[in-house]
């Protein structure tokens, strides 16, 4: 019988250079869902500030505080990537692990967002979308969740059942942009 053997998402796959962009796997640790219990938002948003000095993240937006990101994933919805969930929060919200779901990518470089922009339908500039800023959209056809990190970097968050196809998407995308700039 043959040995299973643990591997990430994107295993041989990744990182890709092209032009000035790079593509790269990011070890988020562990992706938490957290979702409030009706009425329990406020309570929620406390346990989370006691245990990692965040709250419960408003629609759109992220924050990170020492190795712990929180980032809005839906309506009511956030994940926590980084730490194990502090027990407490379980009072108050569903909390799921979805670490083995999800390919975390980072695509970095000076104008990111023009790569982006061929795969993406959400204007991802920084004067709209600034640092802190994350969105649920598609990716071509691929469910992602977009975050910025900063001015040149963007986390994406996609279905590990569809990372080779998201990293061939932004592949063919910088590839592109690289070639019309004759990078």
Known sequence: MGELEARSPCDGLLPITRGGWTLSEVDTGRITSIAPFAGQEAALSGALQTAYGLGFPEPGHSAEEDGARILWSGRRQAFLLGP?????????????????????????????????????????????????????????????????????????LGYRSMAGTLVHDLDTAMSSLAARSGA
């Open 84 to 156: 194990e969930p502090d027990a407490a929060l379980a009072r108050h919200a569903a909390v799921t692990d979805q670490s083995d779901g999800w390919a975390a990518l980072h695509l970095s470089g000076a104008g990111c967002e023009a790569v982006l922009a061929r795969l993406v339908p959400l204007d991802l500039r920084a004067e709209v979308f600034a640092p802190g800023c994350t969105a649920r959209s598609l990716l071509q056809h691929c469910h992602v969740s977009v975050t910025r990190l900063d001015d040149t970097g963007f986390l994406i």
